[in-house]
């Protein structure tokens, strides 16, 4: 079964507060199969929400960056 799957990332980093234009909903074509019998199932999101934490990951440097190495900065325009 072949899905669009939507997805947001951000414009650019981001020195303050968060606001709508900085992110974008982008979209691709994925491909979905269930096997029969399994357990799986297919999930859709109707919200997201930002979480403080993320918002340290959207600016383009911060001390959590440098203290813990998964707290990598996101790359605007890419998934992470």
């Not at 234009?21 to 019998?37: D, T, Y």
Request: no cysteine; glycine share 4%.
């Amino acid at each position: 079964m072949e899905l669009t799957n939507k997805y947001i990332v951000i414009k650019h980093y981001i020195e303050d507060a968060p606001k709508e234009s900085h992110f974008e909903v982008k979209s691709e074509a994925i491909g979905l199969s269930l096997k029969p019998g399994s357990d799986d199932v297919i999930v859709k999101n109707l919200y997201i929400s930002i979480d403080p934490y993320l918002i340290n990951r959207m600016k383009s440097h911060s001390a959590s960056h440098n203290a813990i190495s998964f707290a990598s900065p996101l790359i605007p325009g890419q998934r992470s």
